[in-house]
């Protein structure tokens, strides 16, 4: 198996393509350039020498990338992509093909290029009991759920996905490995849910030991496992059905003879009415937030209730399960991009019985400022900057939901009111400059950006091949460079992107190095 980082081939003297002879007085070899600097097809000029391509191209089937090292930028460039990119998953039970419907659910991340996650799904049977799915290179875990409930799915961890065709073979749990385990679940003592749950049997570490049923309107259910799957202990997950209120309880399952007990879920109280109204920090009402409920209510399930939106007058309502316990619920406020109130994450008192209601004031929405010149040091007035969520301010706390757009004034000045977090900070091409992109970190305390220029830029070219030699039009190429979060966690920072044309070639606007 050819490994994913095919190399990028310099092509001149080659004829694959001809370049647009550069403009008068520029250069026409590397030799006009000044030492460190490469004669590209609109002048000299120098690029990142550490450049990460992803190449994503579309077939009838699906939609695939394949990452590629650039290396050394240099003019021309050849990527080349296997002539096919494809995981042919073989599926067994018992030593023979199984034919019946199944759904492929896969989740992973590009090994070359950290935070670029990858996912795929499908569904279908094939008679030879081989699919072949479009793959995108990285490393996967892989769900296959045979329609059937009766065989459980199965899993597949740390799947390599490289370059070109990879063969997998997963085996499914055979008929006489199988058990069948049978329980009831109640809202609470001798009370069924109003709606059925789903059940679903789980590993410790989350993976499904079970297909995921609903039980009856009594609260009965069967789920078929393997014989080994207590080995180790289970964890029984009651999930509401959808649109109910209630709560997703876990169970733990140490061996078969919990299930001769009822699981009770315990959320058979009566909901607690939760309404209010969010004022921004000056006072004013706080509209179109998004506000919800989420802990442990009684019972000992997890609850979300929502989300709610707040109207013009800053009002809300929603309903909740009581809390199992004082400061097991939260309420949580998320104003809208423009406002100039920030989240709002505070405990919520539902204890049972009556309703709950109060007023709550939302936390500044810190600023982000800063200032962006021209490459000729002029102020680049009307410049449209965005800033966009990439990590948390901490751990604790969600991934702000948006981030926000703005345009320098005359002055080249710009604020932008975020949460508190990292961003990709971006100021987007124009004036055919290329976009320039880089991570800030915003405080609780905002932060004010020393001022910066945005660079002239460098078109890289390149034509996108397949092993045969074939062309590839309309691929989508991207151009990364690795950066590193506070917290030492690869994140891949965009360069630039192009599509190729009928020739495969695509042209790529990158901001030079000074």
């Not at 996912?119 to 290179?137: C, K, W």
Request: aromatic content about 4%.
């Amino acid at each position: 198996m050819r490994p994913a980082a095919l190399v990028a081939v310099l092509l001149a003297g080659c004829n694959l393509f001809t370049e647009p002879r550069p403009p008068p007085g520029s250069c026409t070899r590397d030799q006009d350039c000044v030492a460190g600097e490469r004669c590209y097809v609109d002048g000299c000029g120098k690029l990142p020498d550490d450049m990460l391509a992803a190449v994503t191209t579309s077939v009838p089937s699906g939609v695939s990338s394949v990452d590629l090292p650039v290396g050394p930028a240099v003019p021309n460039l050849s990527l080349v992509l296997p002539d096919a990119q494809l995981l042919a998953l073989s599926l067994r039970r018992g030593g023979a093909v199984y034919p019946a419907p199944v759904q492929l659910i896969a989740s992973g991340q590009s090994t070359l290029i950290g935070g670029l996650t990858r996912v795929a799904q499908t569904a279908g049977a094939e008679g030879s009991g081989v699919l072949r799915v479009p793959f995108s290179t990285g490393l996967y875990t892989l769900v296959v759920s045979p329609l059937d409930s009766s065989v459980p799915p199965a899993v597949q961890t740390a799947v390599g996905i490289d370059a070109g065709v990879t063969p997998l073979t997963m085996d499914l749990i055979e008929v006489g490995r199988l058990q069948t385990l049978a329980g009831i679940v109640l809202a609470g003592p001798g009370q069924p849910e109003p709606a059925p749950p789903d059940v679903q049997l789980l590993a410790p570490d989350g993976r499904p030991l079970s297909a995921r049923r609903t039980a009856a309107a009594s609260g009965v259910f069967q789920l078929s496992v393997g014989t080994s799957a207590l080995v180790g202990g289970a964890v029984l997950q009651v999930t509401p059905a959808a649109g109910v209120l209630g709560a997703v309880a876990t169970f733990p399952v140490p061996d078969a003879a919990r299930f001769g007990q009822p699981f009770i879920v315990g959320d058979a109280v009566p909901p607690v009415l939760v309404s209010g109204m969010l004022l921004g920090p000056e006072g004013g009402p706080v509209a179109g937030a998004t506000v919800y409920v989420q802990g442990t209510v009684q019972g000992g399930g997890s609850g979300n209730t929502g989300p709610g939106r707040s109207a013009d007058d800053g009002t809300f309502v929603l309903q909740t399960l009581p809390q199992a316990a004082a400061g097991t619920l939260e309420l949580w406020a998320i104003p809208p991009p423009e406002s100039s109130a920030g989240l709002l994450r505070t405990t919520l008192l539902v204890p049972s019985g009556s309703p709950v209601t109060g007023t709550w004031t939302c936390p500044p929405r810190p600023s982000l400022r800063g200032t962006v010149f021209l490459p000729d040091g002029g102020p680049y007035a009307g410049a449209s900057v965005r800033a966009d969520p990439v990590a948390p301010a901490d751990p604790a706390l969600p991934l702000p939901p948006a981030g926000s757009p703005g345009v320098a004034s005359e002055s080249g000045t710009f604020a932008l009111r975020l949460d508190p977090g990292t961003y990709q900070l971006e100021v987007q091409a124009a004036r055919g400059l290329p976009a320039l992109r880089s991570l800030v970190q915003v405080p609780s305390s905002g932060a004010q950006l020393d001022p910066f220029q945005v660079p002239t830029g460098r078109s890289l070219t390149a034509r996108v091949l397949r092993d045969a030699g074939t062309h590839v039009s309309q691929a989508l190429v991207s151009i990364y460079r690795q950066v590193l979060l506070e917290d030492g966690t690869p994140h891949a920072l965009l360069l630039g992107q192009g599509v190729s044309d009928e020739s495969g070639t695509v042209r790529i606007l990158l901001p030079q190095q000074q």
